[in-house]
């Protein structure tokens, strides 16, 4: 694959990331299961990607170390800290959702259309 489409198939969070030596969200611990095991797995994934006491708690999560970063850093390791933190809950959600639209596209029944239904 060339670069252009490379650099095409990823966000700049995900280049970001191998840039500064980090992970990447492609995590291939998939490969490993069963289907129906995969199915369970990504299931679960779609709940945790829909509970919006999770969402709610990683959004005052980063946004209480961004304050913290932004006014009460003392020096740089702080600041470093800080922002491995954040990085971290973004991974933690990005992952979460990568599953949640793997779930969706290969999982999940597709909905049955009632031509007779009233919208």
Known sequence: MNIIK???KRDIS???REQLKGIDLD???LEDMTEKEKKDFLGKAELIAK?????RIINRLIKSQIDFTV???KDME???FG??????????REEINRLSALYNDEIKPA?????????
Request: a negative charge.
């Open 27 to 29: 995590v291939s611990y």
């Open 14 to 16: 995900a280049l970001t």
């Open 71 to 73: 006014k009460g850093a």
């Open 6 to 8: 490379q650099f095409l």
């Open 111 to 119: 909905e049955e259309f009632d031509k007779y239904d009233i919208l």
């Open 78 to 80: 702080q600041v470093n």
């Open 83 to 92: 922002r491995a933190t954040i990085n971290g809950l973004t991974l933690l």
């Open 51 to 55: 509970n919006d006491a999770l969402d």
